[in-house]
Every structure is written in C-alpha cells, then in structure tokens.
C-alpha cells in the first residue's frame, strides 16, 4: 500500500485527503484498527520521531503524549516512585513496565494538555502500557509493534474505534523533505542533528558542573524542542518533560507558560493537592480539572459551594500564594532547553523561580552577557550549543 485515503484533512472542509509515498513505495505503517486522520498522522509521526530519538540518546524506553503537533509530555522508561503514581493516577497494584512508566510520566505531567491525545511509543507496546492507556481518554497511538494482547485491549477502547498504528522501525525517510503551502512547494534537508550528552560541552557560565543526570535531562529537553511548534522551551526534571511552551510569538511568554506548567507539576506534589479527598464517583480527568483550578489563583472565584460538593467528601482549606510559594522554593536541579536563543535575562529570572539550575541554549543574542550574568547570580549552569531547533 503506497497510499492511504483520509476521512478529511484538518477540518472536515478540507477534502479530499490523503498520505502516500511519492516515490510509489509502499507505505512504512499499517493501520492495525480504527480510521486515523490527517492530524492524528502529523501527531504520530512526529511523536514516532520524537521517542525514536530519545531512546537513541537515553538507552531507555521512551514515550510522548501529542496534541496538535507539539508534544504535551515526553519522557523516558525510569522508575516511578510512589509520590508520582499517586499523582498520574497510577497508584494501584499494577506493576508497570519500564515502557509503561515512561508513557505515564509523559501523560502524567501535564495532563490538561494530554487529555485526547496522540501517544508514540519507541519500543513494542506490553500489556500493562495498554491496560494504562486503556483507562485514558486518548486519541490514538504509533508503536513499531504490539504483543498480541495489548493489542486486543487496546481494540477494545472507545468501543472498538481507538487508532492503532504499526510503524517498520526500520524506515528511513529521504534525505531532502517537501512541504506545500498554497500551492508552492518548499524543499529542504531534515533535520538529522544528533542530540545527545555530548551536545552540551560548550559551558559558558561561571558553574561549569553539569552531572550525568542534568545532560540526560538537557538531552530530553532538546529533543523535545526539535519536534514542538517554535517559539518553544521546555523544562525537564528526572527524565520527563514537566512544562512544554510551544508556539508562542514571544520566548518570554514560552519560558511563563512552560514554567506554569513546571510549577503545577511540583504543586501536584504538595501535601496540600494530595490530601484531596474526592468523591468515588469523580473520574480522572475531573480530578485534573479540579486540581487545576484548586492551586490556580482565583480558585474560590472560579468554584461555588455546589460545586465542591459534588467533587469532594469535604471543601479543601484554602492553598494560599504564601503557602504555594514556600513549596515552590523547594524545587530544585530542573534543566531547561530553548529552541533558540534567548533575547534578555528576564527568561533566566522566570526560570530560576521554577527550580532551573542548568540551561542549555544556541547562544548568538546582542544580549548574551546580560543572560549569562544573570545565570551567574543564579549559581546556574548554562550551554551555549551553537544550533538552533526551530520546527513548523
């Protein structure tokens, strides 16, 4: 099969719609259920990139969560500890695989965003990464292979609808890439940069200690940039994505938006939000929701009495800024990446409040010295890689 006809294209106006091979190769992926469309392709073949990559520069299982094309959450086959089973909703008795503890950390840290999402997986999908995905709202999901049952537990979601793509893990794509945009035609080379530890050498900042852990962190981080709609930047800790901000205008307004989401993950974590008493009956995602607008700001604006008590066994104390702020503070070691260099200081004083001590950037602003002068108050440690990851 060389090519593959599409329900629509981006919206259902957009027709007709297609993926094909334009050499008249046959097609590297097989549709193993459902009727995947046009964005639920650009996801998982970004995403399918997106992991192949982080397993090559890890060693480790990788997984994304997609949405739009931008990864939501990204991150590697580490174990996870009891304090993040309970808050990705995977404090059971399952015993997870070191592939399915890298989908859930990359679903985990921002599930707002992951909620309908497209999954890639850099290894064969196992049994108990299925049964987790089975119990999540999702869209979809690429893998270079299924055992036989994960395979029949994943048919059986959204009642036998769920897309389920097999990619040949040996496909390699040409060398040159096209794109049409109203009806012109762009030529380029991929972009095959090889990230890895060795990316960040150049240190330019006073602290020049950079351990294992943080360039696997950077490493993550990167590559994560490499496959999100610029302007983008992305904070990393322990080897999962915890705050993606993509396709922002201004980077200042990626390195806030990534580092509310950085901040929300660790808030996940105080023993305010995990003292939570919800009611049996409130599923997953309300809790998501409820949690969200409970460490927001204005969260007794935004919720009425009626409507914790439908959500909870009993109205939670107030998490005051102060309080917020004090657990904050004790977040510590995240890596931070930019996908291009950044323009002024202020994005290292956003980051430095989310707990950033290590950076990796291009480097090449008017203003470099201002950014790492700033880095230096900060005791942080900054690499310059010279290369930019602009993707759109």
């Keep these: 099969m060389n090519e593959l006809e599409l329900k629509y294209g981006c919206n259902p106006n957009q027709k007709p719609s297609k993926i094909f091979m334009k050499d008249g190769s046959q097609l590297p992926i097989k549709v193993l259920n459902g009727k995947p469309g046009y964005i639920n392709f650009l996801?998982?073949?970004?995403?399918?990139?997106?992991?192949?990559?982080?397993?090559?520069?890890?060693?480790?299982?990788?997984?994304?969560?997609?949405?739009?094309?931008?990864?939501?959450?990204?991150?590697?086959?580490?174990?996870?500890?009891?304090?993040?089973?309970?808050?990705?909703?995977?404090?059971d008795d399952m015993e997870y695989s070191p592939l399915a503890s890298a989908y859930i950390r990359a679903r985990g840290a921002d599930r707002m965003s992951s909620f309908g999402d497209f999954i890639a997986l850099s290894d064969v999908c196992d049994k108990s990464t299925a049964a987790f995905i089975k119990r999540e709202v999702s869209d979809g999901i690429i893998a270079p292979g299924y055992e036989p049952e994960a395979l029949e537990i994943l048919k059986s979601k959204k009642r036998g609808t769920y897309n389920i793509i097999e990619i040949d893990p040996s496909y390699a794509p040409a060398a040159i890439e096209h794109k049409d945009v109203f009806g012109i035609t762009f030529e380029q080379g991929r972009n095959e940069l090889d990230i890895n530890r060795d990316f960040f050498q150049n240190?330019?900042?006073?602290?020049?200690?950079?351990?294992?852990?943080?360039?696997?962190?950077?490493?993550?981080?990167?590559?994560?940039?490499?496959?999100?709609?610029?302007?983008s930047v992305c904070y990393v800790k322990g080897g999962q994505a915890i705050g993606i901000g993509a396709g922002q205008q201004s980077r200042i307004h990626c390195t806030r938006l990534a580092g509310t989401k950085a901040d929300n993950w660790f808030l996940r974590q105080s023993p305010q939000v995990l003292g939570l008493q919800f009611l049996d009956s409130i599923k997953r995602a309300d809790r998501d929701n409820a949690i969200d607008l409970y460490i927001g700001d204005d969260y007794m604006d935004v919720l009425g009495d009626d409507v914790w008590a439908n959500t909870f066994k009993e109205k939670p104390p107030v998490f005051t800024a102060e309080e917020k702020r004090a657990w904050l503070d004790q977040n510590c070691n995240v890596t931070l990446g930019s996908d291009a260099f950044f323009p002024f200081s202020d994005n290292i004083e956003r980051a430095f409040r989310s707990g950033v001590k290590y950076v990796a950037q291009p480097g090449g602003s008017k203003r470099d010295q201002d950014v790492i002068d700033a880095c230096n108050a900060h005791q942080m440690v900054m690499a310059f890689t010279g290369i930019r990851l602009f993707h759109h």
């Design 43 to 91: 996801d998982a073949f970004n995403g399918w990139q997106l992991v192949t990559e982080l397993k090559k520069a890890t060693s480790l299982p990788a997984a994304t969560s997609f949405k739009h094309v931008s990864p939501a959450g990204a991150a590697v086959g580490l174990p996870l500890n009891d304090i993040e089973r309970k808050i990705y909703w995977a404090d």
């Design 203 to 231: 240190i330019v900042t006073e602290q020049k200690e950079l351990p294992d852990a943080a360039k696997i962190d950077l490493a993550i981080a990167m590559i994560t940039l490499k496959y999100t709609q610029s302007n």
